[in-house]
């Protein structure tokens, strides 16, 4: 067993599809077995491994929009089978894709066909039983089935004329299946079907049976006491004289002898290995059961969607396997709830799922997240020391929230996310208007696709003002979208789809090159050279200016880098991004200048920036509007002036609108205005004209004022 080869084990069922395609749009509403999806680009290059949890979540959903944005380390075919099987139950990975020596894509590998294919190959008599039905063969060929031969063999046996009606089954069917010769010979073998496999499943064994004589794999059948159960089974043609089909013949491999094989299978299938809780196919199956019950009974249940908060970062410092045992703490602790919930599973890293009946009145559901909370407050030591945990949770309610499973995941998710926004320890429930808010970002992220070819998108340009001398001594560069050529879409709206569905690492590369190319007609007209272009950078688009470095993408248009300040949010540097800051410091030493837009919205403090580059701060629009209201705000605004001054830093003032605001601002030494007050964005031709208008007369202004 050891010898088998992951070339030797690829997931059959494993579609290939285009970048461009829907899962809606190819699996439609009859779902068939299908899990995994390999994209491909247009020519023909490898990109990614798509499963059907991220497709089902979000069928709208393009498929080089659901590519995990961090994929796997792929296999190579020649890899053991039993090695990458212990792998993928570490990593708790379900695909892979597998490559050959050459690089070249081969396929998909999943645990099941792993486990499948270990199942088959442990097949005891594998040659005994093949040469048992050319046996069998032979001798209905002469219409005639020896009963000797087969009630001698502890194999299950079916067969079946035909038209699939039943004709004959063995001791060892009725042993493992518990339906008796006399019940249900001569009647039709489709009430053996358990439901779980669809229509194109039999329509698939039929075509392969009819190409080739005989078809082998897993089916669930249903028992005679009402339960369904895998079974591995070999179904052979066999002809009459003239070629005409005569009768199937169904063999399931020993059923006792393979039991205990099963069950371990089935634990396999069924368990995360990590934690010992139910995992995704087991939720699948057990929210599919709470539908029918609860719509039988009309009564009403809870989905609940729980996220550890920043688990990605216990594993990135402490270690996997740190973050491992973690899990399986967190795992033991949710199964004590188990009498609360009525399930909990685990369905991914570190997303567990929480299955709640007859739970009609939202205070029950929030007395068990309570539980869950506090059950994850108590601290968790390992390697001696104490370790925290938080989550954030999402519910959604059946019938409420949507009557199918999809629905329901969609909107558990969607809530859950908006927990995240809420902070640490949030549960939120789903509402119409995250339904809303959920449709409408999938509709953006569509059209953001289109968007770029289709030329949709231009700059708009903010002059920023001197608040000394009055003169523009720089602007700000602004994306701009007319969707469908026609209906704008504010930049807040999409830039964050655009983050989302990592699209951001494209369009962010067109701003900075249209922003270079009207540079160069900037200094073409000998504009002031202490004249500079700000142009906003999302810090998602970093991975994108690894290849497509920054400095490099200036220099092909010719224009000095030292015209260009980068806007990076606080947030932004102080999430410890891999390489951000790096890629300050580089933009830095060469003169680009660094500024930190919103400043005051977010999480971090002046102090920590003396370490970094940054030359400019940018005071966020909020705490100018609230300069009016009290003394208290206005001193806000002051501390933050004069502590950037103490770090060498300009200030820039956002939203300036009204001239009261250009007095206070001047009297604490701010340096810079930017706003409607000023100018509101506007369009190249009319920034050039701009410049070359005399200065603002600040001190006129103020005096009008
Ligand atoms: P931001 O970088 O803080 O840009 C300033 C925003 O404030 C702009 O909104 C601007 O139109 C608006 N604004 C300027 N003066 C005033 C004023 O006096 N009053 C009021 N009420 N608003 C004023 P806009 O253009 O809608 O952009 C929103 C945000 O979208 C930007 O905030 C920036 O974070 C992001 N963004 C815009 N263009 C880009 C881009 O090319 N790349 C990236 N990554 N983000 C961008
Ligand atoms: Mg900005
Ligand atoms: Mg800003």
Request: proline share 3%.
């Amino acid at each position: 067993m050891d010898t088998l080869l992951v070339s030797e084990c690829l997931d059959l069922t494993a579609r290939r599809v285009a970048l461009d395609q829907r899962y809606r749009d190819l699996v439609g509403v009859n779902q068939t077995s299908t899990n995994v999806f390999s994209v491909f680009d247009d020519d023909g290059t490898f990109l990614g491994v798509v499963t059907d949890r991220q497709a089902t979540l979000f069928p709208a959903r393009i498929f080089a929009d659901l590519i995990a944005r961090r994929p796997p380390e792929p296999v190579q075919g020649h890899a053991s089978a039993i090695q990458l099987l212990k792998r993928m139950r570490k990593e708790a990975c379900e695909h892979l894709p597998v490559f050959d020596a050459q690089g070249r894509y081969i396929g998909i590998v999943s645990m099941a066909s792993l486990l499948a294919e270990f199942v088959c190959r442990s097949d005891i008599n594998r040659r005994e039983r093949e040469a048992l039905v050319s046996q069998l063969r032979t001798e209905l060929e002469n219409r005639k089935i020896s009963a000797n031969v087969l009630e001698s063999t502890s194999d299950a046996v079916l067969v079946t004329d035909a038209r699939l009606r039943i004709q004959y089954i063995n001791r060892a069917f009725t042993a493992a299946t518990g339906y008796p010769g006399a019940d249900i010979v001569g009647r039709p073998a489709g009430f053996l079907r358990s439901g779980r496999h669809g229509r194109g499943f039999y329509a698939e064994i039929f075509a392969t049976l009819r190409d080739g004589g005989r078809w082998e794999g897993e089916v669930w059948l249903l028992r005679a006491d009402g339960s369904i159960a895998p079974d591995w089974v070999t179904i052979k043609t066999v002809h009459d004289e003239h070629g005409e089909v005569f009768s199937f013949v169904a063999m399931f491999a020993d059923i006792m002898q393979r039991e205990s094989l099963r069950a371990q299978y089935m634990h396999l299938a069924y368990y995360d290995s990590l934690t010992g809780l139910p995992n995704r196919r087991l939720f699948q199956d057990r929210l599919g059961h709470a539908i029918e019950r609860s719509a039988n009974k009309g009564t009403e249940f809870s989905l609940l969607f729980l996220d550890l908060n920043r688990f990605k970062d216990v594993n990135d410092t402490l270690g996997h396997s740190f973050g491992d045992r973690l899990l399986e703490v967190v795992g033991e602790r949710f199964k004590r709830l188990v009498k609360e919930a009525d399930f909990v599973g685990r369905i991914g890293g570190d997303e567990f799922t929480f299955i709640l009946h007859d739970t009609a009145d939202p205070a029950q559901v929030e007395s068990i997240a309570r539980r869950i909370f506090d059950e994850l407050a108590k601290p968790i030591v390992l390697n001696g020391t104490q370790s925290y945990v938080s989550a954030s949770i999402g519910v959604s309610r059946f019938p409420a929230d949507g009557t199918t499973a999809e629905a329901l995941i969609m909107n558990a998710d969607a809530a859950m996310y908006r927990a995240k926004e809420d902070g640490i320890g949030a549960c939120h429930f789903f509402s119409r208007g995250l339904h809303t808010k959920v449709l409408k970002r999938l509709d953006i992220s569509n059209a953001l696709h289109r968007a770029l070819e289709a030329n949709e998108f231009s700059l708009a340009w903010q002059p920023q003002v001197s608040l000394t001398t009055g003169k523009v001594i720089g602007a700000e560069v602004l994306l701009r979208w007319m969707r469908d050529g026609s209906v704008p879409v504010s930049p807040a709206e999409f830039i964050p789809v655009a983050e989302e569905t990592g699209v951001i690492g494209a369009i962010g590369d067109w701003v900075l090159r249209e922003s270079c190319r009207y540079v160069a007609k900037l200094e073409a007209l000998a504009i002031d050279p202490e004249f500079r272009v700000a142009v906003n950078f999302s810090p998602l688009q970093l991975s994108w200016h690894r290849q497509e470095p920054v400095l490099q993408t200036i220099a092909q248009f010719g224009v000095d880098c030292r015209r260009f300040k980068i806007e990076l949010t606080e947030n932004a540097l102080f999430v410890h991004e891999e390489g951000l800051l790096e890629f300050v410091r580089e933009l830095g030493a060469a003169g680009v200048g660094i500024a930190i837009d919103d400043f005051g919205t977010g999480y971090s403090n002046l102090s920590s920036l003396k370490h970094l580059p940054v030359t400019e701060l940018k005071i966020d629009r909020a705490f100018i509007h609230d300069m009016q209201g009290s003394h208290s705000d206005r001193q806000i605004v002051q501390a933050m002036i004069s502590m950037a001054h103490m770090l060498g830093l300009r200030v820039v003032a956002e939203g300036v609108e009204y001239v009261w605001q250009v007095s206070v601002l001047r009297e604490f030494g701010c340096e810079v205005g930017q706003g409607y007050l000023f100018s509101r964005p506007i369009d190249f031709d009319a920034l050039v004209k701009l410049l070359d208008a005399p200065a603002v007369d600040v001190q006129a202004m103020l005096a009008d004022g």
